[in-house]
């Protein structure tokens, strides 16, 4: 007996499957190098950083760029958000709609 048929979700958050993998062989390849040009080795580390910044400003543009035209993202006074509630539908956080 087989599930149903689904295709498996490869994207968390937004994230393309294959940016926390390139950013890694990235950082890889750059500490390799700063082993015989310890120059690199400091672009290596200055890169480990920043793979998690790049990942997070690719879920704000990607997020920004799904986000509803005003009047339709449902502000504070859309159904079921409640009194200021904060919750999915608010207009505290701009990416639900």
């Known amino acids: 007996m087989t599930g149903p048929d689904r295709t498996p979700d490869t994207e968390l958050a937004g994230l393309p499957a294959w940016l926390y993998?390139?950013?890694?062989?990235?950082?890889?390849?750059?500490?390799?190098?700063?082993v015989l040009?310890?120059?690199?080795?400091v672009w290596g580390v200055a890169w480990v950083g920043l793979v998690p910044v790049l990942a997070a400003l690719w879920v704000l543009v990607t997020g920004w760029q799904k986000r509803p035209p005003p009047g339709n993202g449902g502000g504070a006074g859309s159904a079921g958000a409640g009194a200021g509630g904060g919750g999915q539908g608010?207009?505290?956080?701009?990416f639900w709609s």
Not at 21 to 34: D, E, I, N
């Open 37 to 41: 040009f310890p120059d690199l080795a």
């Open 21 to 34: 993998p390139a950013g890694f062989w990235v950082a890889v390849l750059l500490l390799a190098a700063g």
């Open 90 to 94: 608010s207009s505290l956080n701009p």
